[in-house]
Structure formats: structure tokens, C-alpha cells
């Protein structure tokens, strides 16, 4: 009897026990073994849940829905645990929950509206702005962890709707959707890029529905050279044929319908002070062509106002008056350039208000799809045979020059009917060319000084922009030095001119002293290194398979010429074979000769613009190894 009493206790427990587990089991939720292994792979974070439901409503009225669960795998990925999203008065938050769970799927905390902190989103150019941060750091530093968010966000606009946009650089993702649903009828453009899972389109209670899905997508490493020009991740653009903002209907039918919608928001807007326009029309009475009174307006605005970021409401749609901008002297980059365009107006000058993709590494503008894909307005001034363009928020550029904020790519000129997209200026390697002559004094084999003259134009001449606007000379020296690559030197001084052409330059003058340059080989053989101070190649990355193409976004040469007075009583043992290397990513040249005691060394470099197919990258890099190569060529010193 007693042994069946024990047994029946066991099997209680045993019961007991289990129900126990299974109880604890169901309420874990997203724990990190139940990832896969490939989704971790060259990952720090991991989205097990990416759902993006948005519901267009009318042309003025949209709602976008979000729920995330996102596994933070280490450090490198604790950015992407943080809740945040941006409102103003076109976007606002309704309704927020969140949660937060450790590894093992056990609920630690869970957040609530009243756990948002709301900071008004201030950057450090912005005067006016009516942006807003709402923001949640769920403080968690034991990895893996987890958290889930659940919001909606309500657009009083569908001019610019919302990307489905799974960036996968180091991030995962389990299970993705997307759904827009619109009005029956309603006209949506959709645009798919990497997207494995097409579109599919459904019709439910009087509405269209287009719908996504994506299941393990598994993270990439961010590649050197990189095509930028299109998306390498899986992204789904938006955009509506038609819209309404502030009572003004819109299209994006076609580049023209939204450029006419674009000027319709800027009509009215150009005109200034009759005691500016008599200024004006003074300041310009004895120029002798149009681009000097382009010239000259334009550096009178650079003088005359400061760019910060204006947005309250349309803030960034439509620009400030041209009047607002002459009485306070500062506006963002529409207000500038509306500005700008007005004080050519005055002058008789035709200018166009232009939207561009502004940024070094942004996207291209994808011409098959109509929509917003702009972030800033620079001014386009088409001549007789020649184009201009303003950058109106730099004080500092030249007449003319766009930059690599702004320049090769394409922008939509704002002309009512006549509103196009047009391409802004690509500069030549012959333009974007630093230029350097060095003479170099031996006093013997240990010390010496050095005299080094360097030409930087086009995109070089913006290398230069951060030591010739340096706060003071303290600054400007310590910049200096730290571009100086030689084991011991002395800067004994410096100077910058700057030639503020069309295509700008900056001519710099350095004078140092140096030691322990001269390598001793043996009691008798020195060693000369001849690329003396010019250390601007890199060897891309050897990778296994290469995975994007080969993107090399602008063409550039490299001029060295280098006068070695070599020590006295030494003479270069040995053979000087010139070196070519020419091949279709681009061409060095180095030559050397000597002469009455002294070393010419000439070294030509010469990198060309293009796109380049994943297939070739070790080759392009074999390229850049060659070059490296010859680069590093040092000559005998040996004694008379």
C-alpha cells in the first residue's frame, strides 16, 4: 500500500511538473534560440517581425501602422533597439506600446505612451522647427535582448508616403510585411527594388490592397566601392498620382505634373523691397556679361544671409518669401535659393528654382518613377551656352561650383509647364586634379628640409576647406600636421591661397625640416624612398565573392613631381626603370632621371569614373595593388 502511495506522489509531481514547464513556456515570446543560425551570420541585429501596414484614405489623409520585434544580438546593434520616430504637424503619434524581453523570451518590462520622452528635434542649423522626437531607450546592456513596439502614425499629407525599406547591412530579417491599401480606383505607383516576392493586389470591402512579404533576409557586409546609385537592399517606393497640400492639388503623372504642382507652390513668393531692388540694380550698373552679375548677386547673398533649417508646417514643401528672407537674413535652403532666384530677376536673369538629391552618398534619382525623391533646392541659371548652378546655403563656394554636395546627378528644374529633370555638372579628372611640386634638400643622410608647393582643384579643393576656415592658426597648424606622413619633421610654416574661380583651387605652400628619412641598408647602401609624402592609395578589401558592383563615383588625377638634392658625396646605384600600368579602371605613369646631383621624380595617377561589374572587382583591386607597388619604390644611395 505504502509503495503505491509513493508512486501515485511521483507521478503527481511528475504532472505537476510538466504543467509547470509548459505554463513557463507559453508565456516566453521571441526567444533568441528559436533564430536561425544563417540569420545571425554577419548580423547584429535581427528584425523577427517587420510588419508596415499603411491606409490611404483620401489625397490629403493617410495612416501608417508599425509593429517590430527586434532582436539586439551585441553593442553594434544597440542603436537599433531605441524607439523613435519624428512628428510635426503634417505627422503625429497615435498610440505606442512596447515591451521588452531577454534572451530566453521572458518579459522584462513593457512600456507605455506615458514612458515616451518628447523632445523637440533641434539640430544645430535649426532656428525654427516644429519637428518633434519622440523617444524610448529601453536600457537593456545584457545581449541578446529583445524588444517589440507597436505604433501608429497619423500623415495629414500622401505627397511623400512612406518606403517599405528592409536595410539589411548587419541586420536580418525573420518575417517582413507590407500592406498599402487605398480607395478602389485610387491610382498607387509602386516601384519594387531587390525584392524577391512580388506585388500581390487584392479587393476587399471597396478597396485595393497591395500587399509584400519577405522571409530571411539575411544580413550583408557594407562593401567598399559600392554602386550608391540604386538601393542594395530590398525597398518599395510609393508614390499617389494625385494629392492636395495646403489646397493645392498635385500629380505624379509624370516629372513635369509635379514640377508644375512645385511651382504653384512658389508663385508669389519672389518678390522684394523697392529698396532692395534699387540696391540690386546699382550693384550690378557696371557688369559687363550675365555671369558676372550672377557673380556678384551671388556672393552679395552669401554675404548677406545664414542658412538654418526653417520647419514649421510646409516648412519642407515650400519655401519663405523672398522678402522674409531680405529682412532677416537667413533661411534654409528653399528660402535661399527662392531668394537667390529673385535677385536674378531683378537683374533680368531667367533662373530656375531645382530639387535635387543632395549628399555624397545618396541615391540617384531613379527617372522611372515620378515621386519625392528630393531633399534639397539649389538654383539653376541656364545661359546661352552655358549652364550655372548656386549651392545658396555654402558661403563659401565660388560662382558656379556645385560640389560633391550637388554635383553629377540629376534634378528637377521647377518651370511650370516646361519642368524637367536635367543633369547637374560632372567634373573631368583633369578638373579634380591636385598638382604637387617638392623640392627636397639632403643636408646629409640624416636631416634635410623640404619645400612643398600643392595645387588642389575641383573636388580636391574642398580637402582643403577645413584648414582654410579653421577657427585659428592653432588649429589650422595641428590639421596640417596630421597630414604630414614623415617619421620625424618639424613644420617650420605654411600658407593657403584660395582661387574662388568657377572651378575653384587652393595653392598651398609648406615648409619643413625632416630627419631619419634615409634608410640605412648596410654600412655602405642607403635607401632612398621617392614618393615622398604622397601616400593617397588604398587596396580595397580582399573579400571571398564579391556581391555589388564596383562603383567608382568620380574620375581624378594625381600629379607628383619631385626634385631630390641628393646628399653630397652619394650617388643611386643601379638601373631607374620607367613603370606604366594602364588598364581600364585607370593609368599610372612613373618616370625617373637624374642630373647634376640631383633625383627628378615624376609619379602621374590617373583614376577613372565608371561601374564595374562584381566579377571584376579583383581586378580593380589588383590595380590598386600595383599601384601601391610602385608607390613604395626607394633607390640605392652608395658612397662616390
Not at 510538466?18 to 554577419?42: C, R
Not at 512612406?162 to 505607383?189: D, K, R
Request: charged share 25%; with cysteine; aromatic share 12%.
Amino acid at each position: 500500500m505504502e509503495t503505491k502511495v509513493n508512486l501515485l506522489k511521483i507521478l503527481l509531481f511528475l504532472v505537476s511538473t510538466v504543467s509547470g514547464v509548459t505554463a513557463y513556456s507559453a508565456n516566453l515570446q521571441y526567444p533568441v534560440s528559436e533564430i536561425p543560425d544563417k540569420l545571425k551570420q554577419n548580423s547584429h541585429t535581427v528584425y523577427r517581425v517587420y510588419d508596415q501596414s499603411l491606409e490611404v484614405r483620401s489625397e490629403k489623409d493617410a495612416s501608417e501602422t508599425i509593429h517590430e520585434v527586434i532582436t539586439i544580438l551585441n553593442k553594434n546593434g544597440e542603436i537599433n533597439s531605441y524607439f523613435k520616430v519624428l512628428t510635426n504637424s503634417l505627422t503625429s503619434l497615435r498610440g505606442f506600446r512596447g515591451k521588452l524581453y531577454d534572451a530566453n523570451g521572458k518579459q522584462i518590462r513593457s512600456f507605455s505612451v506615458e514612458d515616451l520622452i518628447d523632445r523637440s528635434y533641434i539640430d544645430g542649423e535649426s532656428v525654427f522647427s516644429d519637428d518633434r522626437i519622440e523617444f524610448v531607450d529601453p536600457k537593456c546592456q545584457t545581449y541578446p535582448f529583445t524588444v517589440e513596439y507597436t505604433y501608429t502614425l497619423a500623415h495629414k499629407q500622401i505627397f511623400s508616403l512612406p518606403s517599405w525599406m528592409l536595410f539589411n547591412h548587419n541586420i536580418s530579417y525573420q518575417n517582413a510585411t507590407c500592406s498599402v491599401e487605398v480607395p478602389e480606383g485610387f491610382n498607387l505607383n509602386y516601384k519594387e527594388y531587390n525584392v524577391v516576392s512580388k506585388c500581390v493586389k487584392t479587393t476587399e470591402k471597396k478597396n485595393d490592397i497591395y500587399s509584400w512579404t519577405a522571409n530571411d533576409v539575411v544580413a550583408i557586409i557594407p562593401e567598399s566601392y559600392a554602386d550608391y546609385t540604386r538601393p542594395d537592399f530590398p525597398v518599395v517606393r510609393f508614390a499617389t498620382e494625385n494629392f492636395n497640400i495646403k489646397g493645392v492639388a498635385g500629380s505624379l503623372k509624370s516629372w513635369r505634373e509635379f514640377g508644375k504642382w512645385q511651382t504653384e507652390m512658389i508663385k508669389g513668393k519672389d518678390v522684394l523691397p523697392e529698396i532692395t531692388v534699387a540696391k540690386i540694380k546699382d550693384m550690378i550698373s557696371a557688369c559687363k556679361s550675365d555671369y558676372e552679375k550672377i557673380s556678384v548677386l551671388y556672393e552679395y547673398m552669401q554675404r548677406k544671409t545664414r542658412f538654418v533649417s526653417i520647419q514649421i508646417g510646409l516648412g519642407g514643401i515650400e519655401p519663405y518669401d523672398a522678402g522674409t528672407v531680405d529682412k532677416t537674413s537667413y533661411g534654409d535652403c528653399k528660402a535661399l535659393s527662392n531668394y537667390m532666384k529673385a535677385l536674378l530677376s531683378v537683374a533680368g536673369i531667367k533662373s530656375h528654382y531645382t530639387l535635387i538629391d543632395a549628399g555624397e552618398d545618396e541615391d540617384m534619382i531613379d527617372e522611372s518613377f515620378p515621386s519625392n525623391q528630393f531633399n534639397h533646392v539649389i538654383v539653376c541659371v541656364p545661359l546661352e551656352k552655358d549652364t550655372v548652378w548656386l549651392e545658396c546655403t555654402n558661403s563659401h563656394f565660388p560662382s558656379g561650383y556645385t560640389g560633391s554636395f550637388t554635383d553629377d546627378r540629376k534634378a528637377l528644374i521647377i518651370d511650370g509647364e516646361e519642368s524637367k529633370l536635367v543633369h547637374t555638372n560632372t567634373y573631368s579628372a583633369e578638373q579634380n586634379c591636385i598638382q604637387r611640386k617638392y623640392s627636397v634638400t639632403f643636408d646629409d643622410l640624416e636631416s634635410g628640409s623640404a619645400k612643398l608647393n600643392t595645387i588642389y582643384k575641383g573636388m580636391a579643393y574642398e580637402n582643403i576647406l577645413p584648414v582654410y576656415y579653421a577657427e585659428n592658426n592653432i588649429i589650422k597648424e595641428k590639421i596640417v600636421q596630421q597630414s604630414i606622413s614623415l617619421p620625424s619633421f618639424t613644420l617650420v610654416n605654411f600658407n593657403y591661397k584660395e582661387n574662388k574661380d568657377r572651378l575653384p583651387s587652393f595653392e598651398e605652400d609648406i615648409n619643413l625640416s625632416f630627419m631619419n628619412y634615409i634608410r640605412k641598408l648596410s654600412e655602405s647602401v642607403y635607401l632612398l624612398p621617392l614618393n615622398f609624402m604622397n601616400n593617397t592609395i588604398d587596396i580595397p578589401e580582399r573579400v571571398r565573392q564579391r556581391k555589388s558592383d564596383v562603383y567608382v563615383r568620380r574620375s581624378g588625377k594625381d600629379i607628383t613631381e619631385i626634385e631630390f638634392n641628393l646628399p653630397v658625396g652619394y650617388k643611386v646605384l643601379g638601373e631607374l626603370t620607367p613603370v606604366v600600368i594602364d588598364s581600364k579602371y585607370g593609368k599610372y605613369l612613373q618616370k625617373i632621371s637624374i642630373s647634376d646631383g640631383k633625383l627628378f621624380f615624376k609619379r602621374t595617377y590617373e583614376l577613372y569614373k565608371g561601374v564595374y561589374t562584381a566579377a571584376e572587382y579583383n581586378d580593380f583591386r589588383d590595380f590598386a595593388q600595383q599601384i601601391v607597388t610602385a608607390d613604395k619604390i626607394m633607390v640605392q644611395l652608395v658612397k662616390l
